[in-house]
C-alpha cells in the first residue's frame, strides 16, 4: 500500500477531522475530541488493514469494527462516507443527530450499513467484540479459512477501560487467546471530568498483560508506527492492545488536550482557527477530489477478496450459507415436538430448569449455529447437554463456553455472538444475578439480537440461599423493558414452547425464568404453541366461571389446585395460564377479552406484584410478594409469604362477596 | 500474643471446620468449602488482629471485616459464635438456614450482631469495603488517630475477583491509595463449574500490582505466614492483597481440593471421616471446652481499647457522636426551606438537575457527613458545589469523590460509607446508567441503607445523545423494586422536598430522577412537604373535575398546560403531581382516592407505561412510551412519540366521549 505515503495520510486523517468537526459543529451538539484524536489510527486502519468491501457491507467474512467509544460517532460516519458506503451521503452527514437521520448521536446497529453494533453505553463495545472473535474462531474451527479468517478491531477509550466489564472481558478473551482481537486504544489521558489521573492510576499495559494480551505502546499521531503495531498485532498469539497516545481533539489550537473539546462542538472560532492550523483550506463538508478519491480507492482495495469469497461460499453450498445467515434447519424442532408430547404422555414432573435442559438436549443436536454456555452455574442452570463441547484456546470447535463468574461480560459476548452471525446464542445465571448483565440484555433489545437468556431459581422457590438470590422485581423489570419477551413457563411443554418461540424470533432476546423447585405436568395437548398467544385459559370453562385466575410459572400449579378446591366448594373458576404477558399484549383486544373474562380476576405470582394491576384492573386480586425475600426452606417461604392454595381461595371468596 | 500456640490455633480452626460442616450437614443446604478452606486464615486475622469487641458489636472504631464470599457464611457465624457475640448461640448454628433464624443462608447485615454487610452476589463485598476503607480514612483526616484509625479486611473467592466490579473498586482503592484494605483471597483454584483454570488464567498478583497494590503470596494453611502476611500489610503504604493458597474443604478426606464440597454438605460419612482425619471427637455442635475458652480470650482481647476509646469518644463531644451516628444537624434543612421560598418568589425556571445542585449548596455546608460524587459526570450530574472539595490520595478530608468511569463501583462503595457510618453519600450518573449499578442499588435496598442516587438526564428529553442514552423503563423498573423511592420532581421546590425526604428517610435509599431540560416553577407554596404525599392535586378543583390528569417530573408542567387548554374549552380537569407513587401507595385509601377520585383518569409520563394502570385502572389513558427512544434534539421527539399538549387533550376527550 505504498501508494498512500505520509503527507497523503495526513490529509485523509484531516478529512475525517473536518467532516466530523464540521458535523458537530452544524448539529450544535456532539463529540469532537474523538474523531480528532483518533483520525491519524483510524486512517491507517481503515487503508491499510480493514478487509472490508462498501458495496457489500454484510460480507460475512470482513474485519469486524466495533466503536466501544460510541461517542466518537461522527468518526465512524466520516469513514463509512469517506470510504464510500452507499448507504450514507454527504446529506447525511449534515444531519447529524436530527431526528429520524441515519447519523444518530451515537451509532446504531441497524440504521445505517457498516455499523456493526449499537454503541455508547461505556465497555459494552469492546466486550461485545470479544463476542465477535470468538464467533470467528468457533466458524473458522468449523469451515476454514477459506470460508471464514478475519480480525475483529475495537477503538475504546478510557472510559470503556474503567468500566469493570471491560475486565471480565479482556480476561476471558486473554484466557481463550483470541488472537485475531486488536484493540486500539484511545489514550489520550482526558476524561469528562478532566485528566484522567484525578480519578484512575492503573497501568494498562500491565494491566492486560495480567490477562494474557499481547501489549504494544506507539504515539497514535505517527503513520510508521500505527501501521508497524498493526501488523505486528495481527501476528500475535494473543489478543493485542494497542495503546495510542493521542492527543484528544488534535489540531484544535486551544482546546487539544483538555475535555473541553470532548463532548461539546468547538465553536465558529475555534474550528475557524483549526481550519488555519491544519491548512484546510476548504468550507464546511467539502472532501477535496484528490482526498475523496484516495479514500473511495482505499474502500476498493477488496473488492477482488470479496469476489473470491463469495465464490469459495457459493461453492461450500446451501449448508454453510444457512449457516452463517442464522437460518434454522428445517424441521429443527422435530425433538422439541416429540418431547412435548411424551412429557404429556408420562405426565413429567421436573423443575422448569430441568424442563428446560430436556429442551436443550432436543434443540442442541439439530441447531449448528448454537453456542451455549453459563456463568458458572452449568450444574445449577442445566445449560449443558449431551454431545455439547466446550470452547477451549486449544480446540475452538465447540458450542458450549464455560463464561466463568462474569454475567455482564456473558451478556456482552452473547451480544457479539449474535451481531457476527453464524451463532445464536444463549447463557444462563441465576434470575437475581441477570441484573449484573442488565445494561447488555438491554443493548440486546436495542438492536434486535436473536439472544436467550436461560434465568433459573426464579423466585422465593430458591429456598435457603436467601433474598440476596430471590428474584423479586426481575419480573416486571424486564416486562417494562421494550423488545424483550419474558417467558416463565409452567411445565415442560410451556418449556418447550418458550424455547420454540424465542429461538424463532429473530429480532427479540428472550428470558426464561425457570424454577429451581419441581412443578407437575398441566398441559394436556401441545398440537397448538399456546404460549404463543402470551396467555390462555388452562382450566376452566370461560362462560361458567366466577373468577379467573391468573398466573405464571411456579404459580399456575397453585391456581389449578385453587380452582380444583373451590369447584369442590360449587365455585366455578377459571385459570389463566400467562407465560408471555408482552406476547399477550400483542394479540387482539378481542382474544385478550375473551381470555380474561368480565368476571373477579386475581393475579397469583411469587414476585413484585407491581404490573398485574393492567390485567386485574382496580378492583381484582394480586396474590406476590410486597417487599424481599428470606432464607428458609422454600415450601416454608410460600406459606410465610401468603402465597398459598388457601390464600387463593380466601381472595376468590371476598372478591365474589363483594 | 504468644498465648496461642500452633497446635492451640490448629484445634480453634477445627472447631470452625466443625461448627461449619455441622450445621449444613443439619440444614442440609449450605457451603462448606470455603469456611474449612479459610478457617486458618480467619482464625489468625480474629484471635491476632482483628480489632472488635463482641460486646460493643457496633464500635465505631473497630475493624471492619467483610465476608464477601458470602456463601461461606457458616464461616462467620462460627466465629461470632465463638468470639463470644451474645446475639448468637449454638441454637443459633443449629438453626442454620431455617426460616427465621439469625443464621440466613448468606450474611445479613441487621439481622446478627457483628455483621458488617450483607453479601452473597459476588464482587459486592469486596468493593463496598472499599467504601468502608474509604469512610475510615476521611473519618480519620477530620478527627485524627484517637477517634478513627481501623482497618478494613475482606475475604473473597476467585467469584469476586472475577466480576467486573471487583477491577472498579481495586482500581480506585489503589488510585486513592487505601492502605488500610487488606483483602484475604481464598486461592483455592476452584469454582462451581470446576478448576478456575477451566475459564480464566488472569495473573491476578500482576493484575492487583498493576493497579497500585501491595501483593503477599502465602500458604493459607501455615499460620506464621499468615500472622507475617497481615503484619505486613498492616504497614503497607498501599492496600494489600495477600493471596491464600488454599485447599477448599480442608479436612474432608476425599471432597477436600473439588467443587464436590464448593455448595452441598458433606454428607454423613464424609463428615466422620473429616472427624477421623482432623482427629476431632467431639459430637456435632460441640466445642471442647479449652478450644471455645480460647476463642473466648480471643473475644476479649480489645476490651480494654474499647474503654479507651470510648472515654476519648465521650470526651470528643456531642458533635463527634452526631457525626459517627449520622445524626443529622438540627435545622439542617434551613436553607433548604429559604431555597424554596425564594424560587417560588422568583419563578425560578431550571432543569430539575441544576434545582438539585440548587439544594445540594443548600444542604452539603449543612451536613458535615455528606459525601457527594459523580461517575465522571460532575458536569452533567451538577452534583459539585461550592465549598465541596475533592478526597485525593494526599489528602483525604473532602466530601466529594471522583468515582470514574465506574458506576458500579460507585454503587457499592456508597453502600460501603454508609455501612461503616460517619458518611451519608450520594452519586449521580445518567439515569440510563443505573443499570450498571443495579446491584449495588439493590443492596442498598435490602440492607436498608440512606444513598441517594442523583440520576440526571431522566427520558428522551436527553435529546440527541439518542436512544442508549434515553431512560425509557427505568423509572418502572425501580418503583417494583422492594424499599427505594423514586423521586421524579417537577420543579424546584418539588427537587427540595425529595432531597429532604431521600435525607431523612434512615433506612431506605432514594433515587432522585433528574431532567436535562428546563422546567417552569409550578408550585405556589412551599408551607407543607407535599412530596411526602407521593401525589397530590397541583392544579384544579377536586370536586369540580371532570378528569384527572396524573404526571411526574417533566410532564406535570405538560398536565398543566393541558388543563389550561381543556378550561378554556369549559372543561375542568384536576393534575396530580405524582413525585414518588411509592410514598403515595403509603398514604391511607381515603386520601389515595381523594387525590386519584372519580372522574376518568390520564397517566402522563416520558417513560415505559408500564405500571401505570394501578392508578389509572382499565379504562384510563396513559401517554409514554412504548419502545425506545431516538436521536434528535428533544423536542421533536417529544412530538414524534406523542407526548404533546395535543395528545393530552384528545386523550381527555375521548375519554369524556366514552
Same mark, same amino acid.
Given at each position: 500500500?505504498t501508494?498512500?505515503?505520509?503527507?497523503?495520510?495526513?490529509?485523509?486523517?484531516?478529512?475525517?477531522?473536518?467532516?466530523?468537526?464540521?458535523?458537530?459543529?452544524?448539529?450544535?451538539?456532539?463529540?469532537?475530541?474523538?474523531?480528532?484524536?483518533?483520525?491519524?489510527?483510524a486512517?491507517?486502519?481503515?487503508?491499510?488493514?480493514?478487509?472490508?468491501?462498501?458495496?457489500?457491507?454484510?460480507?460475512?467474512?470482513?474485519?469486524?469494527f466495533?466503536?466501544?467509544?460510541?461517542?466518537g460517532?461522527?468518526?465512524m460516519?466520516?469513514?463509512?462516507?469517506?470510504?464510500?458506503?452507499?448507504?450514507?451521503?454527504?446529506?447525511?452527514?449534515?444531519?447529524?443527530?436530527?431526528?429520524?437521520?441515519?447519523?444518530?448521536?451515537?451509532?446504531?446497529?441497524?440504521?445505517?450499513?457498516?455499523?456493526?453494533?449499537?454503541?455508547?453505553?461505556?465497555?459494552?463495545?469492546?466486550?461485545?467484540?470479544?463476542?465477535?472473535?470468538?464467533?470467528?474462531?468457533?466458524?473458522?474451527?468449523?469451515f476454514?479459512?477459506?470460508?471464514c479468517?478475519?480480525?475483529?478491531?475495537?477503538?475504546n477509550?478510557?472510559?470503556?477501560?474503567?468500566?469493570?466489564i471491560?475486565e471480565?472481558?479482556?480476561?476471558?478473551a486473554?484466557?481463550?487467546?483470541?488472537?485475531?482481537?486488536?484493540?486500539?486504544?484511545?489514550?489520550n489521558?482526558?476524561?469528562?471530568?478532566?485528566?484522567?489521573?484525578?480519578?484512575?492510576?492503573?497501568?494498562?499495559?500491565?494491566?492486560?498483560?495480567?490477562?494474557?494480551?499481547?501489549?504494544?505502546?506507539?504515539?497514535?499521531?505517527?503513520?510508521?508506527?500505527i501501521?508497524?503495531a498493526?501488523?505486528?498485532?495481527?501476528?500475535?498469539?494473543?489478543?493485542?492492545?494497542?495503546?495510542?497516545?493521542?492527543?484528544?481533539?488534535?489540531?484544535?489550537p486551544?482546546?487539544c488536550g483538555?475535555?473541553?473539546?470532548?463532548?461539546?462542538p468547538?465553536?465558529?472560532e475555534e474550528?475557524?482557527?483549526m481550519?488555519?492550523?491544519?491548512?484546510?483550506?476548504?468550507?464546511?463538508?467539502?472532501?477535496?477530489?484528490?482526498?475523496?478519491?484516495?479514500?473511495?480507492?482505499?474502500?476498493?482495495r477488496?473488492?477482488?477478496?470479496?469476489?473470491?469469497?463469495?465464490?469459495?461460499a457459493q461453492?461450500?453450498?446451501?449448508?454453510?450459507?444457512?449457516?452463517?445467515?442464522?437460518?434454522?434447519?428445517?424441521?429443527?424442532?422435530?425433538?422439541?415436538?416429540?418431547?412435548?408430547?411424551?412429557?404429556?404422555?408420562e405426565?413429567?414432573?421436573?423443575?422448569?430448569?430441568?424442563?428446560?435442559?430436556l429442551?436443550?438436549?432436543?434443540?442442541?443436536?439439530?441447531?449448528?449455529?448454537?453456542v451455549?454456555?453459563?456463568?458458572?452455574?452449568?450444574?445449577?442452570?442445566?445449560?449443558?447437554?449431551?454431545?455439547?463441547?466446550?470452547?477451549?484456546?486449544?480446540?475452538?470447535?465447540?458450542?458450549?463456553?464455560?463464561?466463568?463468574i462474569?454475567?455482564?461480560?456473558?451478556?456482552?459476548?452473547?451480544n457479539?455472538?449474535?451481531?457476527?452471525?453464524?451463532?445464536?446464542?444463549?447463557?444462563?445465571?441465576?434470575?437475581?444475578?441477570?441484573?449484573?448483565?442488565?445494561?447488555?440484555?438491554r443493548?440486546a433489545?436495542?438492536?434486535?439480537?436473536?439472544?436467550?437468556y436461560?434465568l433459573?431459581?426464579?423466585?422465593?422457590?430458591?429456598?435457603?440461599?436467601?433474598p440476596?438470590?430471590?428474584?423479586?422485581?426481575?419480573?416486571?423489570?424486564?416486562?417494562?423493558?421494550p423488545?424483550?419477551l419474558?417467558f416463565?413457563p409452567?411445565?415442560?411443554?410451556?418449556?418447550?414452547?418458550?424455547?420454540?418461540?424465542?429461538l424463532?424470533?429473530?429480532?427479540?432476546?428472550?428470558?426464561?425464568?425457570?424454577?429451581?423447585?419441581?412443578?407437575?405436568?398441566?398441559?394436556?395437548?401441545?398440537?397448538l404453541?399456546?404460549?404463543?398467544?402470551?396467555?390462555?385459559?388452562?382450566?376452566?370453562?370461560?362462560?361458567?366461571?366466577?373468577?379467573?385466575?391468573?398466573?405464571?410459572g411456579?404459580?399456575?400449579?397453585l391456581?389449578?389446585?385453587?380452582?380444583?378446591?373451590?369447584?369442590?366448594? $360449587?365455585?366455578?373458576?377459571?385459570?389463566? #395460564?400467562? !407465560?408471555c404477558?408482552? =406476547?399477550? /399484549?400483542?394479540?387482539? @383486544?378481542?382474544?385478550? *377479552?375473551?381470555?380474561?373474562?368480565?368476571?373477579?380476576?386475581?393475579?397469583?405470582?411469587?414476585?413484585?406484584k407491581?404490573?398485574?394491576e393492567k390485567?386485574?384492573?382496580?378492583?381484582?386480586?394480586i396474590i $406476590?410478594?410486597?417487599?424481599?425475600?428470606a #432464607?428458609? !426452606?422454600?415450601?416454608? =417461604?410460600? /406459606?410465610?409469604?401468603? @402465597?398459598?392454595?388457601? *390464600?387463593?381461595?380466601?381472595?376468590v371468596?371476598?372478591?365474589l362477596?363483594?
Amino acid at each position: 500500500m505504498t501508494f498512500l505515503q505520509n503527507n497523503k495520510l495526513s490529509e485523509m486523517a484531516n478529512a475525517i477531522r473536518f467532516l466530523s468537526a464540521d458535523a458537530i459543529e452544524k448539529s450544535k451538539s456532539g463529540h469532537p475530541g474523538m474523531p480528532l484524536g483518533m483520525a491519524d489510527v483510524a486512517t491507517v486502519l481503515f487503508t491499510k488493514f480493514m478487509k472490508i468491501n462498501p458495496s457489500e457491507p454484510r460480507w460475512f467474512d470482513r474485519d469486524r469494527f466495533v466503536l466501544s467509544a460510541g461517542h466518537g460517532s461522527m468518526l465512524m460516519y466520516s469513514l463509512l462516507y469517506l470510504l464510500g458506503y452507499k448507504d450514507i451521503n454527504i446529506d447525511d452527514l449534515r444531519n447529524f443527530r436530527q431526528l429520524g437521520a441515519k447519523t444518530a448521536g451515537h451509532p446504531e446497529y441497524g440504521h445505517l450499513a457498516g455499523i456493526d453494533m449499537t454503541t455508547g453505553p461505556l465497555g459494552q463495545g469492546i466486550s461485545s467484540a470479544v463476542g465477535m472473535a470468538l464467533a470467528e474462531r468457533i466458524i473458522n474451527a468449523k469451515f476454514g479459512d477459506d470460508l471464514c479468517a478475519h480480525y475483529t478491531y475495537v477503538i475504546n477509550g478510557d472510559g470503556c477501560l474503567m468500566e469493570g466489564i471491560s475486565e471480565e472481558a479482556i480476561s476471558l478473551a486473554g484466557h481463550l487467546r483470541l488472537n485475531k482481537l486488536i484493540v486500539l486504544w484511545d489514550n489520550n489521558n482526558i476524561t469528562i471530568d478532566g485528566t484522567v489521573d484525578k480519578a484512575n492510576s492503573t497501568d494498562q499495559i500491565k494491566r492486560f498483560q495480567a490477562v494474557g494480551w499481547n501489549t504494544i505502546e506507539i504515539d497514535g499521531h505517527n503513520y510508521e508506527q500505527i501501521e508497524k503495531a498493526i501488523a505486528q498485532a495481527q501476528k500475535s498469539d494473543k489478543p493485542t492492545l494497542i495503546a495510542c497516545k493521542t492527543k484528544i481533539g488534535f489540531g484544535a489550537p486551544t482546546k487539544c488536550g483538555t475535555s473541553k473539546c470532548h463532548g461539546s462542538p468547538l465553536g465558529a472560532e475555534e474550528l475557524a482557527a483549526m481550519r488555519q492550523n491544519l491548512n484546510w483550506n476548504y468550507e464546511p463538508f467539502e472532501v477535496p477530489e484528490d482526498i475523496l478519491n484516495a479514500w473511495r480507492e482505499a474502500g476498493k482495495r477488496n473488492e477482488e477478496a470479496y469476489k473470491a469469497w463469495d465464490k469459495k461460499a457459493q461453492a461450500a453450498g446451501k449448508e454453510f450459507l444457512d449457516y452463517i445467515n442464522d437460518r434454522l434447519p428445517k424441521n429443527w424442532d422435530k425433538d422439541l415436538n416429540e418431547l412435548k408430547k411424551k412429557s404429556i404422555a408420562e405426565g413429567t414432573k421436573v423443575a422448569t430448569r430441568k424442563a428446560s435442559q430436556l429442551c436443550l438436549q432436543a434443540i442442541v443436536p439439530n441447531i449448528p449455529q448454537i453456542v451455549g454456555g453459563s456463568a458458572d452455574l452449568a450444574a445449577s442452570n442445566l445449560t449443558f447437554v449431551d454431545g455439547m463441547k466446550t470452547v477451549t484456546r486449544e480446540d475452538y470447535n465447540g458450542n458450549n463456553i464455560m463464561y466463568g463468574i462474569r454475567e455482564h461480560a456473558m451478556g456482552a459476548i452473547m451480544n457479539g455472538l449474535a451481531l457476527h452471525g453464524g451463532a445464536i446464542p444463549y447463557g444462563g445465571t441465576f434470575f437475581v444475578f441477570s441484573d449484573y448483565m442488565r445494561p447488555a440484555m438491554r443493548l440486546a433489545a436495542l438492536m434486535g439480537l436473536r439472544v436467550v437468556y436461560v434465568l433459573t431459581h426464579d423466585s422465593i422457590g430458591v429456598g435457603e440461599d436467601g433474598p440476596t438470590h430471590q428474584p423479586i422485581e426481575h419480573l416486571a423489570s424486564y416486562r417494562c423493558m421494550p423488545n424483550i419477551l419474558t417467558f416463565r413457563p409452567c411445565d415442560v411443554v410451556e418449556t418447550a414452547e418458550a424455547w420454540q418461540l424465542a429461538l424463532e424470533e429473530e429480532h427479540t432476546p428472550s428470558i426464561l425464568a425457570l424454577t429451581r423447585q419441581g412443578l407437575p405436568m398441566l398441559r394436556d395437548s401441545a398440537e397448538l404453541n399456546m404460549t404463543a398467544r402470551g396467555g390462555y385459559i388452562i382450566r376452566g370453562d370461560k362462560k361458567k366461571r366466577q373468577a379467573t385466575l391468573i398466573a405464571t410459572g411456579s404459580e399456575v400449579s397453585l391456581a389449578v389446585a385453587a380452582r380444583d378446591k373451590l369447584k369442590e366448594e $360449587g365455585i366455578e373458576v377459571a385459570v389463566v #395460564s400467562m !407465560p408471555c404477558t408482552e =406476547l399477550f /399484549d400483542k394479540q387482539t @383486544i378481542d382474544y385478550q *377479552e375473551e381470555i380474561l373474562g368480565t368476571a373477579p380476576r386475581i393475579a397469583i405470582e411469587a414476585a413484585s406484584k407491581f404490573g398485574w394491576e393492567k390485567y386485574v384492573g382496580l378492583h381484582g386480586d394480586i396474590i $406476590g410478594m410486597d417487599g424481599f425475600g428470606a #432464607s428458609g !426452606p422454600a415450601e416454608q =417461604l410460600y /406459606d410465610y409469604f401468603g @402465597i398459598t392454595l388457601e *390464600e387463593v381461595v380466601d381472595s376468590v371468596k371476598n372478591l365474589l362477596k363483594k
